[in-house]
């Protein structure tokens, strides 16, 4: 009698383990679906950004649709247009998935390429990063631009900025197709307070700053400045 009882718990037991298993390599499977799929749309965004398409005819940002979340992100940029003086339509800006890009950022030590979006709202820092600070501001202009981006701790957005080091290169590309390279002149953690670094004297160039979650706490930020070569 004891022994069908420990037989039956011992199966129903083996059957749960098996289950969790599964489960458990069907939602790791998802995520690095999920991982990649991120990383080459987004790839495929800046390998599109800044070039001049000339199109019969196109979507402006008013008429963007709302997507149904089963789009891919490369479906989803689309680009205000102005006309040409020969009379054809000229693209002069870039969305993903609904957002405008700002620009485009390269960081070749981490293997990081994305685009830069104008504002930093929940959903849009889910597919790409964005300007924190000043929103509005176009890139590679005078003073100091703080770019935010999440540290999911998987390889996606900012989640390697930690294996950046003083002297390591940025490339930011901007509206106008200007590609700007900067040098990372300082790196270190602060508490997701602080913004006393925002506003800074970068006498007369053009900085950036990298903002984002450290791997031990959400309360930390990890902080990277760099100034236009």
Known sequence: MFEKKYSKALTITLV?????IVGLLGFLGYELYQKNKIEKEAASSVDEFGQD???EEGPTQENVAETDGNTSLSDQIDTTQTTTPTGQTKTKKLYLDKYPMAGTMEIPKINFKYPVLEEPSKKAIEVAVAVLYPVGQELNTPGNIVIF???YRNGLFFSNNKKLEIGDKIYITDNNNKKVTYTIYNKFETNSEDTSFYQRDTAGKAEITLSTC??????QRLIILARED
Do not use: E, R
């Open 214 to 219: 450290t791997d031990n706490s959400d309360n």
């Open 53 to 55: 398409f000339l199109v």
């Open 16 to 20: 749960v383990s098996i289950i969790a």
């Open 149 to 151: 981006g999440h540290n």
